[in-house]
């Protein structure tokens, strides 16, 4: 809903505007409508990005609907100027997409909103929804405008473009967001692989652990690339720089961390083995090789139990602090840069 709107200086005269019956009453009346709705639609997306979620935003999401059905039924009404249907059939088919987006689109957004945290690919997906149902509203808005320029044009109309408030607002909305969604799947790519590393680590499972932690390396790197590409927002660099501090760590934690718990996980293994097969006899049939082998194997696990403890306090504790950075950044951002 990019919407720009025209200052309007009549080179003809008109006597009244109460019934629209003259072209800059009838211009008038579709631009105060829609700096109504623009309006509305402003709160709404405003909101769905300072709370992340268009699910906790569904109300408001009604809210605009009710607004552009009233705002289609009023144009429908509307009767032609001295014949000439273009500008209001513009409206309508204006409102009719933006209601169709509103309805479907973003009803599908927010259905898509409960499963992106499952994948990457997922996120993805959802993130590109609401990309596609954004360009989808400003090429409707852009004919609207072109059908508002042409009728200006055959009724001699001199309109000097200029951009309101609120259009800026929505324009800044729009900016920010793609700005913000780029980074932020730079950042989830990673932050979902290092997941699934901690996932291996709980399942005790060594081919998972050194699976997951060669691809976080690679995810790492080229995320840490693709920053190198972005600019900063209005000379804000903080996302950027919150979010390479989140993938350095990443890498980190993968090329350094995550041999020390390695080595506990290939001795429990070790331990494991021996524990059953020292259970597996009675007292009598324990040789002394046997209750040594045992007790040394519980000597090292304690040993490989204390570096695991001490790695895996040290991760969590850096990986506290530097997601409470992102988190802190992302906020910021959105807060300094996002009209409300």
């Not at 689109?105 to 690919?121: F, G, P, R, T, W």
């Not at 954004?134 to 059908?147: F, H, I, T, V, Y």
């Not at 790695?311 to 992102?326: A, G, I």
Request: aromatic fraction near 10%; glycine fraction near 2%.
């Amino acid at each position: 809903m990019n919407a720009r709107y025209l200052l309007v200086l009549m080179l003809i005269s008109a006597a009244s505007h109460a019934q629209y019956d003259t072209p800059i009453a009838y211009m008038s009346y579709f631009n105060t409508q829609e700096e109504g709705l623009a309006k509305d639609y402003l709160g709404y997306m405003s909101a769905v990005t300072h709370s992340h979620s268009a699910r906790k935003m569904e109300r408001r999401r009604q809210e605009v609907l009710k607004d552009v059905k009233e705002a289609l039924q009023n144009t429908a009404k509307m009767k032609a100027y001295q014949g000439d249907i273009a500008l209001r059939d513009a409206f309508k088919e204006y409102y009719s997409i933006l209601l169709t987006v509103l309805n479907e689109d973003y009803a599908k957004i927010v259905n898509m909103e409960e499963i992106a945290e499952q994948s990457y690919d997922n996120m993805e997906a959802y993130v590109l929804a609401q990309e596609k149902a954004s360009e989808r509203l400003d090429e409707a808005a852009k004919k609207r405008q072109n059908a508002y320029g042409d009728f200006a044009v055959r009724n001699h109309i001199k309109l000097i473009e200029s951009e309101s408030k609120i259009s800026r607002k929505l324009e800044q909305v729009s900016r920010v967001s793609t700005y913000y969604h780029q980074i932020y799947l730079v950042f989830f790519k990673s932050n979902k692989q290092e997941m699934y590393l901690v996932d291996a680590f709980n399942a005790n499972s060594i081919n998972a652990v050194e699976q997951n932690k060669s691809t976080l390396i690679k995810y790492s790197d080229a995320g840490l690339q693709k920053l190198t590409e972005v600019k900063a927002f209005e000379g804000d660099y903080s996302l950027v720089a919150a979010c390479r501090k989140m993938l350095e760590f990443y890498k980190m934690e993968a090329e350094t961390k995550v041999q020390p718990i390695m080595d506990y996980l290939m001795k429990k293994e070790e331990f494991d083995k021996i524990k059953r097969a020292f259970n597996s006899k009675s007292e009598q049939q324990r040789t002394s090789s046997d209750i040594e082998a045992y007790n040394k194997i519980v000597n090292d696990m304690n040993k490989e139990g204390s570096s695991y403890n001490r790695v895996n306090q040290e991760l969590n504790s850096m990986r506290s602090s530097f997601t409470d950075n992102w988190n802190s950044a992302v906020s910021r951002f959105l807060d300094t840069h996002s009209p409300k």
